[in-house]
């Protein structure tokens, strides 16, 4: 399998449960990335791992919390949200994040509904 | 920091028509520059890139877009357009150097029959 692939394509969730999303990448790239794309707001960017290694978190609330545990996998883990975070979670990847000419590859997205 | 505008959050054109899509960035050097097209619950997918060869790029699905140094702009265009290109788009950033891409709002394009 090619390209970069998110699990599960959706998720209901009460405010009280833990779950979490996966991504997993089969392109050899180096950085990968978490989004936040909510309804008529604009892509929020929420971590960055470069080589494993978390290099950006943009303020992004405790209850959301990052795993890279290698290039090719990353996870978000999910505990006591609230409805607000109701949103389509991307997951993207990069060749090279330090040259910035590749751009990125995105998986189809989680979308996710906090109930 | 570096910043994406694109101009209209909704654009309209019937089918067959011109597809003008306008992305403005703010930089002191050539960046790179991308446009990204999502359909409904999907992911984003590479339309075309711009990384300091030729200033007028063609991308997939007969989109291709102009590099303007003069106007800081980066607007997308199909001389044609079809149903199937209903979607929104979106303008990306990025340094030489910078380990992120900074997006604009995204423009919905529909289509007219």
């Known amino acids: 399998e090619t390209g970069v692939t998110q699990t599960p394509r959706h998720l209901v969730m009460g405010m009280t449960n833990k779950k979490s999303l996966k991504c997993e990448q089969h392109?050899?790239?180096?950085?990968m990335y978490w989004y936040k794309q909510s309804a008529k707001k604009p892509l929020e960017l929420m971590f960055v791992y470069s080589l494993e290694e978390r290099v950006e978190n943009n303020s992004v609330p405790s209850r959301f919390s990052p795993e890279c545990p290698n290039s090719s996998h990353l996870f978000l883990h999910l505990h006591t949200l609230q409805p607000e975070d109701s949103a389509l979670y991307l997951c993207?990847?990069?060749?090279?994040?330090?040259?910035?000419?590749?751009?990125?590859?995105f998986g189809s997205g989680t979308r996710l509904t906090v109930v | 920091a570096q910043s994406v505008t694109q101009l209209g959050s909704h654009v309209s054109v019937s089918e067959g028509a011109l597809v003008l899509l306008r992305c403005n960035y703010s930089s002191s050097v050539p960046p790179y520059l991308f446009w990204y097209v999502q359909y409904p619950n999907q992911g984003l997918q590479l339309l075309l890139k711009?990384?300091?060869?030729?200033?007028l790029v063609k991308g997939i699905n007969g989109f291709e877009a102009e590099f303007k140094k003069s106007e800081t702009s980066f607007h997308l265009t199909k001389p044609s357009a079809h149903m199937s290109d209903a979607a929104e788009y979106f303008c990306a950033v990025s340094d030489k150097g910078a380990q992120k891409l900074v997006f604009g709002q995204g423009t919905r394009l529909t289509i007219n029959p």
């Open positions: 711009y990384t300091s060869a030729a200033t």
């Open positions: 392109l050899g790239h180096n950085a």
């Open positions: 993207a990847s990069s060749q090279d994040p330090w040259t910035g000419g590749y751009g990125y590859t």
